[in-house]
């Protein structure tokens, strides 16, 4: 067992069994549904069909990050023990979170002088960050220290590739990513827009792809062109889908028939309380390791 503390968000995306068998601790972000405020504590408060049937049913969803004090806490947590800290964040491209760890971090710092406590920027979201985090314990597990684990995160980060589709645009209209105009005639034409994260950790729109069979073939194709070693790609790869499971088993599927020497099977998880507020149902991410994201 390591001597020092492999920490995240919760933001990662993956099950709470997950994350305590591989010895990853978190903290959680904190959403409203209909103005009730809940931890995104992996569906453990609410589970995540009871969080999608509410959102779909009109209940409105608010999000928000940790703040520095919130940090700080958890930080000197650890530190209290006598134990270090890498703690690897959700994307600063979407959300302030890096900024609040930063800072909350230099005064954890300050007050335990001995410890050492690092900060990473994944440029990464849901389980394409659990993904990161899940090789980061197998590296911690390999005997690799915290310093030479935060550079290799620091320099292996935009290796992670992240791709989505949605097959309901009712979110993006809401949350002003599409007009209402382009999102209604989107839908009478069964558009999916696909998307990926760039190397500063934004989400863009790459294609909009008319019907869902054509996406799901789509997205794979995406994996084939950039995953490391093409087709002979052996690495893990991970899934999460909101509320559309049968959508993402079709996913799994077309990657474990074309990328035969898979880590294993292709895991799916759900995507959480916080990146789903934004999402809504009906999306599916695929993730791998592959060529630097340069754009």
């Known amino acids: 067992m390591s001597g020092y503390i492999l920490s995240c968000c919760s933001t990662a995306d993956l099950s709470k069994e997950h994350f305590e068998k591989r010895n990853i601790n978190y903290i959680c972000f904190h959403y409203k549904l209909n103005g009730v405020d809940y931890p995104d504590d992996l569906g453990q408060t609410v589970p995540f069909e009871e969080f999608y049937k509410r959102m779909d049913s009109g209940e409105d969803t608010q999000t928000s990050q940790i703040n520095v004090t919130e940090y700080l806490e958890y930080f000197e947590k650890f530190l209290s023990e006598g134990k270090d800290v890498l703690h690897i964040t959700l994307s600063s491209g979407i959300s302030g979170s890096y900024n609040s760890a930063a800072n909350a971090a230099k005064i954890a710092k300050e007050r335990y002088p001995e410890r050492k406590v690092f900060v990473v920027d994944s440029l990464g979201a849901s389980s394409g960050y659990g993904l990161f985090m899940d090789k980061l314990a197998d590296l911690r597990d390999g005997g690799?220290?915290?310093e030479e684990l935060k550079n290799w995160a620091e320099e292996n980060k935009l290796n992670l590739h992240h791709w989505?589709?949605?097959?309901?645009?009712?979110?993006?209209?809401?949350?002003?990513?599409?007009?209402?105009?382009?999102?209604?005639?989107?839908?009478?034409l069964g558009i999916c827009p696909l998307l990926n994260m760039d190397n500063e950790g934004h989400l863009i729109a790459?294609?909009?792809?008319?019907?869902?069979?054509?996406?799901?073939?789509?997205?794979?194709?995406?994996?084939?062109?950039?995953?490391?070693?093409?087709?002979s790609y052996s690495g893990k790869c991970y899934i999460c889908q909101s509320a559309c499971v049968d959508d993402?088993?079709?996913v799994a599927k077309l990657v474990e028939e074309r990328f035969p020497n898979l880590d294993g099977k292709v895991l799916i998880n759900y995507i959480g309380t916080t990146i789903g507020s934004h999402t809504g149902p009906g999306t599916v991410a695929l993730f791998f390791w592959g060529k630097k994201r340069e754009d």
């Open 164 to 188: 989505f589709f949605s097959s309901d645009l009712k979110f993006f209209i809401k949350g002003g990513r599409v007009s209402k105009t382009a999102g209604t005639v989107g839908t009478i």
């Open 248 to 250: 993402a088993k079709e």
């Open 206 to 231: 790459r294609s909009k792809i008319r019907s869902k069979k054509k996406v799901i073939q789509e997205i794979v194709k995406r994996m084939e062109e950039n995953a490391e070693g093409g087709l």
């Open 144 to 146: 690799m220290e915290i």
